[in-house]
């Protein structure tokens, strides 16, 4: 019932889901987005999304229960028409569109925007409401590929100047959104399937745990390193985005 992995591929799985938790519950998901490139390393792209995605939803009830009345829900109903936007996109596209492709790009854009967050991280007025549709679709298609949505998502929200916990709140029941319209294409395309739902099971204590960390982590980080951590996780996966699109 569950898929032959080795030793090492089962190791290198569990430390994903386990990171994938601890954003999730405290970082705005930010260090998720690494988790299916590390997951590729040992397995396939379309397994690695395919076995997290129950897990992501697992998740999403842990964090958004946690942070559920702290989100700007205005927000929210912004990037809804979005994220079906981007979720149709990918399904449209997923038996055509290069991979490689797609996380050099998204790898580049990651890149610009830490560093314009870096050298110029306070803007003079926050970014206008009317981004939200265009940055939505981004991570709905990017979210469908290879569950990498925090990256547009974060290039939005973060100008919005929203206080901390409303702005890992609204990335929590925003991410949780997409992931539940993400389920039934998975399921028509067959990426997620019996095999890896099986395994996706096994795993949910890890995801819990992940989760349950990250919210104490969170509590103990002030409001400035906090959103260091977000432009340095944003490095972080920009970088690890071309790697696995060139190496």
């Not at 560093?115 to 990017?142: D, E, N, Q």
């Not at 206080?163 to 319209?181: D, G, L, Q």
């Not at 970088?239 to 699109?245: K, T």
Request: with cysteine.
């Amino acid at each position: 019932m569950l898929p032959d992995y080795s030793v090492i591929a089962w190791l290198l799985i569990v430390f994903s889901v386990y990171l994938t938790g601890v954003s999730k519950g405290g970082f705005a998901g930010g260090f998720g987005t690494l988790s299916v490139p590390l997951m590729a390393l040992v397995i396939s792209p379309a397994q690695a999304a395919g076995l997290l995605l129950p897990l992501l939803l697992v998740m999403d009830v842990f964090a958004v229960k946690a942070w559920w009345g702290k989100h700007d829900m205005a927000e929210v109903w912004r990037f809804v028409p979005g994220l079906f936007i981007g979720v149709a996109i990918g399904t449209l596209l997923f038996d055509s569109l290069s991979e490689q492709g797609l996380r050099i790009v998204l790898g580049i854009i990651t890149l610009l925007f830490a560093t314009y967050m870096l050298l110029k991280p306070v803007a003079k007025k926050p970014i206008s409401t009317r981004w939200a549709l265009p940055a939505a679709s981004v991570c709905g298609f990017t979210s469908f590929m290879a569950h990498a949505g925090a990256p547009p998502l974060n290039v939005y929200l973060l100008p919005r100047k929203l206080p901390k916990e409303a702005f890992i709140a609204t990335c929590a029941v925003s991410f949780a959104v997409v992931n539940v319209i993400k389920l039934g294409p998975y399921m028509w395309l067959g990426e997620v399937n019996v095999t890896s739902a099986w395994a996706s099971l096994l795993l949910v204590p890890i995801a819990w745990i992940g989760v349950r960390n990250g919210l104490w982590l969170q509590s103990r980080v002030n409001e400035l390193l906090f959103y260091r951590l977000v432009i340095l996780a944003m490095f972080l996966v920009g970088f690890n985005l071309i790697w696995q699109a060139l190496g």
